[in-house]
T-cell receptor
């Protein structure tokens, strides 16, 4: 089976812009979770989608949003980018809702200047 | 706040030795525990999952879980230079807002020739 894919892999944006990241889960997986990873904060949970509905949410401002499509692919959007949003954004897929193992994609490296 | 604690390291072991990585967690009700390996510049890779008290072995890796002590560990036998990476402990916490996979900050392992 193909693994989790994320696009784009690298992105450079300017403060105030918005960005959309995409994630395609492993075939048959219905849950997609998003994480932000920075050297200072480690891996922080953003949100989880299952069957096109957001089921869990971490402690991030409303500028961070997401959605999931009927084919389980997911997108994450960050509006009004800030310098502190520079991070590796990781998506992980799982067959079920926060139940068992999650498998990560390669990530999108976002740099905000 | 529900937390996962790990010693950041670095933990240095000679090639061929046993590396022991430890993790504690704050919620006694947690049922699912995972170890991920992350090479520099790469995304986390799931290497072990454990759900019951005791030991679980997979090749050179052994995960140990003690729910009464809220402690989970990972042993790597016959350590190789290719095992040099950051090891992340992750725990699923049950919350009112849904189950959440929470990561520790990771332990950096260095296997020396």
């Amino acid at each position: 089976k193909a693994g989790v894919t994320q696009t784009p892999r690298y992105l450079i944006k300017t403060r105030g812009q918005q960005v959309t990241l995409s994630c395609s889960p492993i075939s048959g997986h219905r849950s997609v979770s998003w994480y932000q990873q920075t050297p200072g904060q480690g891996l922080q949970f953003l949100f989880e989608y299952f069957s096109e509905t957001q089921r869990n949410k971490g402690n991030f401002p409303g500028r961070f949003s997401g959605r999931q499509f009927s084919n389980s692919r997911s997108e994450m959007n960050v509006s009004t980018l800030e310098l502190g949003d520079s991070a590796l954004y990781l998506c992980a897929s799982s067959p079920e809702l926060t139940g068992r193992e999650q498998y990560f994609g390669p990530g999108t490296r976002l740099t905000v200047t | 706040q529900k937390e996962v604690e790990q010693n950041s390291g670095p933990l240095s072991v000679p090639e061929g030795a046993i590396a022991s990585l430890n993790c504690t967690y704050s919620d006694r009700g947690s049922q699912s525990f995972f170890w991920y390996r992350q090479y520099s510049g790469k995304s986390p890779e799931l290497i072990m999952s454990i759900y019951s008290n005791g030991d679980k072995e997979d090749g050179r890796f052994t995960a140990q879980l003690n729910k009464a002590s809220q402690y989970v560990s990972l042993l790597i036998r016959d350590s190789q230079p290719s095992d040099s990476a950051t090891y992340l402990c992750a725990v699923i916490f049950l919350t009112g807002g849904g189950n959440k996979l929470t990561f520790g900050t990771g332990t950096q392992l260095k296997v020396e020739l």
